[in-house]
């Protein structure tokens, strides 16, 4: 079952920052975010675990709660360079997970 | 590496006619993904691969559509007959290790496919 993605499209101005919103619902296993620009192939970001931990990437950071089932993106302070479109990959299996369904993505626009 | 590598980038064909999109994973990696992607229906994962073995295809649409993976760095996905609706662009995705579970998959540029 898809993930939903909130908001569905987001423009900034260049500094100001941003969350991106992934929820299921089914229980996860894990959640993995990628950016994909424009007529190019999707990008890793990051992959979070069961566990509620939160991880970083630059100015680019997640949060992962299991119980709600939801994991939201953050960009700080955004950049020129992080306009794309955000998705969000859910993985319900435990232990022998193998395959990612994906949201319908979040399309971020930051302007000078 | 020079990372995953697809061909050919665009293919422009006729409905009827039959398409070969082909992939060749990152050296060392053991899963291969096809992945379809429109607008309406956003990422698809259409089928996987381990070792060189189809695991899961449950997401192929129809027997219209196959793959292969005959050795280790190069894989398939065919359409026969093609129909306008297969028209999307088709990533070909590799990891190595347990899958998506916790590792990064990389993509490929993608087939750009447009059947008319």
């Known amino acids: 079952q898809q993930p939903v993605q909130s908001p569905q499209a987001v423009i900034l101005r260049e500094g100001e920052d941003a969350v991106i919103n992934c929820s299921s619902s089914?229980?996860?296993?894990?959640v993995h975010w990628y950016r994909q620009k424009h007529g190019e192939a999707p990008v890793f970001l990051m992959i979070?675990?069961?566990?509620?931990e939160q991880k970083g990437h630059d100015k680019i950071s997640a949060s992962f709660n299991e119980k709600k089932q939801q994991s939201s993106l953050y960009l700080t302070a955004s950049q020129l360079s992080y306009s794309g479109t955000y998705f969000c990959g859910t993985d319900g299996s435990s232990g022998s997970a193998r395959q990612l369904t994906f949201g319908s993505g979040t399309q971020l626009t930051v302007l000078p | 590496d020079a990372g995953v590598i697809q061909s050919p980038r665009h293919e422009v064909t006729e409905m009827g006619q039959e398409v070969t999109l082909r992939c060749k994973p990152i050296s060392g990696h053991d899963y291969l993904f096809w992945y379809r992607q429109t607008m309406m229906r956003g990422l698809e994962l259409l089928i996987y691969?381990?070792?060189?073995?189809?695991?899961?295809d449950s997401g192929m649409p129809e027997d219209r559509f196959s793959a292969k993976m005959p050795n280790a760095s190069f894989s398939t996905l065919k359409i026969q007959p093609s129909e306008p609706r297969d028209s999307a662009v088709y990533f070909c995705a590799s990891t190595q290790g347990r899958g998506h579970m916790n590792t990064e998959a990389f993509f490929g540029q993608g087939t750009r496919l447009t059947v008319v």
């Open positions: 979070l675990l069961k566990g509620g």
């Open positions: 089914k229980a996860l296993y894990s």
């Open positions: 691969f381990n070792n060189n073995v189809p695991i899961d």
